[in-house]
């Protein structure tokens, strides 16, 4: 899977009306100045499921871009996600991925 920076993403809650479970959705893990590489490396892999070669190029991309998509699919596969990336504090948005 390769990551894709978003310039706008479309933010959309669980709550909004118009959110329909069946689109796809993604996680955007943002960039800090708190943690290691390898911290986020080793957390990109406990929430995913990814090989060591893609969660170093996803937290690369976000070290260099300052945010990449880290996951896509449904939402709640994608809550599940960003609940283990924020058990360190990263930061994390869920957007409904763009059509």
């Given at each position: 899977m390769s990551a894709q920076v978003l310039?706008?993403?479309?933010?959309?809650?669980?709550?909004?009306?118009?959110?329909?479970?069946d689109q796809p959705w993604q996680v955007l893990l943002f960039n800090d100045e708190v943690h290691a590489i390898d911290?986020?490396?080793?957390?990109?892999?406990?929430?995913?499921?990814?090989?060591l070669e893609a969660a170093f190029e996803?937290?690369?991309?976000?070290?260099?871009?300052?945010k990449a998509i880290c996951f896509e699919g449904s939402l709640?596969?994608?809550?599940?996600?960003?609940?283990?990336l924020r058990e360190i504090a990263l930061s994390?948005?869920?957007?409904?991925?763009?059509?």
């Open positions: 310039d706008r993403p479309k933010v959309m809650t669980v709550d909004d009306e118009k959110v329909e479970k911290e986020v490396i080793f957390q990109i892999q406990k929430a995913t499921g990814a090989s996803i937290t690369m991309e976000v070290h260099r871009q300052g709640s596969k994608c809550e599940r996600v960003a609940a283990i994390v948005e869920i957007n409904c991925s763009p059509s």
